[in-house]
């Protein structure tokens, strides 16, 4: 089989390039060439996809990663993660790190969160409301919303909150000088914050870990920066083009309405439907492997292409329609496997609260520019909507 490259090019704002779907029905586990050369493997079926995430036999090493598209690694840069930078790792030492934030992240403690994030949304569409129309919802609402839940969660304090915002904001953006000074001040502030929490035990994430783990200090920043990135763009890009989904399926968004029990579905359909992590998870063979009759060998980078997955037909009847009423159950976009999102529950809850205000705010949303004029994050490791102009 020729190696192809990761198809990247949409022709539509919510569908994975078309070039996925031909290589899912032709061969689900297909070479794929990466950026320095290497000659890798693309997953593209669901069935391979859950294999691929959940076999010991694939690393998540930060050391052994390539990524499928972007320049290609600069070796002197290759360096296994820093302490703490659990998502990069392998068992034993992923396992540590897992267990102790685990139980942090159940269900239930998030639900706990509850009140703490429906006062945010509500004052984030305060200002929106009085700002008055027409409005950059991902600037008033999808980015500050996840941004402050990120605050309170790991205890920034309110004193710190807009500082904390615009680095955290920066690290987001496309200007790469900006962005590395904007990962250098992160760190720096969250190893002071750490540094306060040890000195003033406080009742928050952080603060618990501070108090009940033998975490130190480095540690204890890797493992905030980590939730702060894997936590506040994808779950800020969820809400904006989750928004932009809805208000150009007027038929999906008015079945929501009419039962706002469907609300916890809708979430779930839309997490599938979007795929937001566009160019999947990579991961390396560590020996020999079969996945679907193809051979990986060890060495060899397998990305798992999760827009694919999600859209393939023996999973999912008719996977290109957006229904809110089906149970989309089984999605890979938060993952599979032992990496799979520890934040799950938590975003979830974020969507979940914040389309159910969003759209009772406003039972008139609607966008203010035409559709086809929304832009797209195209270039982005991470999809969504630069920004979304609506009125009411
Ligand atoms: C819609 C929102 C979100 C999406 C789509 C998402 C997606 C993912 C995916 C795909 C992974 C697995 C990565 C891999 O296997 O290589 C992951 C892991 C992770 N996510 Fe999320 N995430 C979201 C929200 C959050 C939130 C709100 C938090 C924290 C508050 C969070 C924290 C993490 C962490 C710490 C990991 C690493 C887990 C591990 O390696 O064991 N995520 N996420």
């Given amino acids: 089989m020729e190696p192809v490259t990761m ?107 509850e009140s703490g994030i429906e006062a945010i949304i509500t004052d984030q569409l305060d200002e929106m409301e009085k700002l008055g129309a027409p409005a950059d919802l991902v600037e008033r609402f999808a980015l500050p919303v996840p941004s402050r839940v990120m605050c309170e969660l790991l205890g920034v304090p309110y004193e710190d909150r807009a500082h904390f915002q615009s680095i955290s904001g920066a690290l987001m953006g496309f200007d790469v000088a900006k962005m590395q000074e904007a990962y250098v001040g992160i760190n720096e502030y969250l190893y002071g914050l750490v540094q306060r929490k040890r000195a003033e035990t406080t009742d928050d994430l952080l603060g618990e870990l501070v108090a009940q783990t033998d975490l ?107 229904d809110v009423t089906r149970s989309a159950t089984g999605h890979v976009t938060f993952g599979h496997g032992i990496h799979q999102c520890i934040g799950q529950a938590l975003a979830m809850l974020e969507m979940r609260l914040g389309f159910t205000a969003l759209f009772d705010r406003f039972p008139n949303l609607r966008l203010a520019v035409p559709a086809e004029e929304v832009e797209m994050r195209a270039a982005s490791q991470i999809y969504g909507v630069h920004s979304l102009p609506v009125e009411w």
């Fill in 7 to 113: 198809p990247t090019e949409r022709t539509t704002p919510f569908d994975p390039p078309e070039e996925l779907r031909r290589l899912r029905e032709q061969n689900p586990v297909t070479p794929l060439r990466y950026p320095d050369g290497h000659i890798g493997w693309l997953v593209t079926g669901h069935a391979a996809a859950r294999t691929v995430l959940s076999d010991p036999a694939f690393s998540a090493r930060l050391e052994l990663k390539r990524l499928p598209v972007g320049p290609p690694a600069d070796p002197d840069q290759v360096q296994p993660a820093p302490p703490g930078y659990f998502l990069a790792m392998d068992p034993p030492d992923h396992t540590r790190y897992r267990r102790l934030l685990g139980g942090r992240f159940t269900p239930r403690r998030m639900r706990a969160l």
């Fill in 216 to 322: 130190d200090d480095v540690e204890l920043t890797s493992i905030g920066f980590l939730l702060l990135i894997a936590g506040f763009e994808t779950s800020a890009n969820m809400l904006g083009i989750g928004t932009f989904a809805l208000l150009t399926a007027p038929d999906q968004l008015a079945a929501v309405r009419a039962d706002p029990d469907l609300m916890p579905d809708a979430v779930e359909e839309l997490l599938r439907y979007l795929a937001i992590p566009q160019y999947g998870l990579t991961r390396t063979a560590v020996k020999d492997v079969e996945v679907e009759g193809q051979t990986i060998r060890e060495g060899e980078v397998v990305t798992v292409s999760i827009p694919a997955a999600n859209r393939d037909p023996k999973r999912y009847p008719d996977p290109d329609r957006l």
